[in-house]
């Protein structure tokens, strides 16, 4: 089986998902635009699980760049199986309060980010008649949620995009789906108000390893006839 590309996989959701799939046999590519000690850190600790792994960094903001390694890395290692966009930044603030950078730099990675990996990718993939897109949503894209404009309009564009793409690659037996995950318990979410979390109906956060679980379903064949659709991880919250 090919490799699986998780974009934003140094830590939290992304780095759940790393260790959830090593331990399941898949081979990894793990990227990021910061922290790359981090990310070889993590690369150290799935070697041990006998898998394949390597890493890539580049600012998924930078069309150049993420185009440039991406089709480096194809040519030299073929095409991924499976590709996981995960990551993603918050700049919250009142509307009224927002400054433009706060708006230019969440949409322009987590909305930038779906065109500028993806698009290197896609005839590679199409070729291929097979594979597996994964996009990570939030909640916050699907219901919205006060202070998160600019990262509740990023993640439903995000949404669109899926299933629009879905349309265009069912057809070669390539699935599109989205995780919209609620409040799970990483680094984003440390200040969530205890308030917050008593209105999950499950009274509790939700944990990364949860998430993963359901990348690693997506990613199987049981979920073939799966695809163009928004699933939650949510513990039953609506904001």
């Known amino acids: 089986m090919n490799d699986i590309l998780i974009t934003g996989a140094s830590r939290g959701i992304g780095k759940a998902i790393a260790l959830y799939l090593a331990k399941n046999g898949y081979n990894l590519v793990l990227h990021c635009s910061k922290n790359p000690e981090r990310l070889n850190d993590l690369k150290k600790e799935i070697l041990s699980f006998s898998v394949e792994c390597r890493t890539l960094a580049f600012?998924?903001?930078d069309r150049e760049q993420t185009q440039k390694i991406l089709n480096e890395d194809i040519e030299k290692n073929g095409i991924y199986y499976g590709?996981?966009?995960?990551?993603?930044i918050a700049?919250?603030?009142p509307f009224p309060a927002m400054e433009e950078d706060m708006w230019d730099d969440v949409l322009n990675t987590n909305l930038g980010g779906f065109y500028n990996v993806l698009k290197p990718i896609?005839?590679?993939?199409?070729?291929n008649r097979k594979g597996r897109i994964i996009v990570m949503s939030s909640i916050s894209g699907q219901c919205g949620n006060r202070g998160q404009v600019?990262?509740?309009a990023s993640k439903s564009g995000l949404i669109g995009a899926t299933?629009?793409?879905?349309?265009e690659l069912a057809k070669r037996n390539i699935t599109v789906n989205a995780i919209a995950p609620g409040i799970i318990d990483t680094e984003m979410t440390e200040e969530i108000p205890a308030e917050?979390?008593?209105?999950?109906?499950m009274k509790r956060m939700g944990t990364a390893k949860e998430v993963a679980s359901l990348v690693n379903y997506l990613l199987s064949e049981d979920s073939s006839y799966i695809t163009g659709q928004v699933i939650g991880v949510n513990g039953g919250l609506y904001l």
């Open 122 to 127: 896609i005839m590679p993939l199409i070729q």
């Open 150 to 152: 600019n990262y509740s």
């Open 163 to 167: 299933k629009a793409l879905s349309l």
């Open 91 to 93: 700049k919250d603030a």
């Open 59 to 61: 600012d998924i903001k």
């Open 83 to 88: 590709i996981i966009l995960n990551a993603g």
């Open 196 to 201: 917050i979390v008593k209105q999950v109906p």
